[in-house]
Structures are given as C-alpha cells and as structure tokens.
Nanobody, 113 residues
Framework: QVQLVESGGGLVQAGGSLRLSCAGP????????MGWYRQAPGKQRELVAS???????AYLNSVKGRFTISRDNAKSTLYLQMNSLKPEDTAVYYC???????WGQGTRVTVSS
C-alpha cells in the first residue's frame, strides 16, 4: 500500500517557522504534481501550495512570500517551509499526489497568538 507520511507539525508562536516533510515512494513523489493542503476546524480543505515535476510552483495568495514548497527527488521527499506563521495558519496539513488517490495522514500545525 502506497504511503505518504507527513512530519514536522507542532505548536509554534505567531511569527515562528516550521518545516513540514512528506516522504513517499519515488515513483509518486518524483512523478506527480505534489501539493500541500490544509484543513482548519469547520472549514473545507484548501490547496496551499503545489509543485510540478519540473519544479514550477504555485501558492495560495494568503501564504505567498511566507511559505515555500520544494521537493528532493533523491530523498523522495516533499517539503513545505513555513515562515512568519499566523494563527490563521492553524490547521491539519496534508500532502497529496494531485490527481491520484494518494494522501498523507496529516500533520497538525497550531500557531498561537
């Protein structure tokens, strides 16, 4: 069974930083357009950032300039560097191979004010 495994979430004060990681099979992480999604309590899941196999990136407007998505194909790992975190970034973050059935289990990020 294909698994995408996220890590790196936690509790951080506003203005702080976290780096999320998503490890999986190279055939998935290195081939698909990969995305980071988040779901806050009572809200729909939303796409935060995506990266193509060629390295093109796209971001949710509210995180532009603060978050950076990247991938290390040699390590079959997707990353999300999150800086200048705000309380409204609090959510469970998921990695997803866009267009596939492969989701991670999620990692919780809590930003305190």
């Amino acid at each position: 069974q294909v698994q995408l495994v996220e890590s790196g979430g936690g509790l951080v004060q506003a203005g702080g930083s976290l780096r999320l990681s998503c490890a999986g099979p190279g055939s998935i992480v290195g081939s698909y357009v990969m995305g980071w999604y988040r779901q806050a309590p009572g809200k729909q899941r939303e796409l935060v950032a995506s990266i193509s196999s060629g390295g093109s990136t796209a971001y949710l407007n509210s995180v532009k300039g603060r978050f950076t998505i990247s991938r290390d194909n040699a390590k079959s790992t997707l990353y999300l560097q999150m800086n200048s975190l705000k309380p409204e970034d609090t959510a469970v973050y998921y990695c997803y191979a866009i267009g596939s059935k492969y989701w991670g289990q999620g990692t919780r990020v809590t930003v305190s004010s």
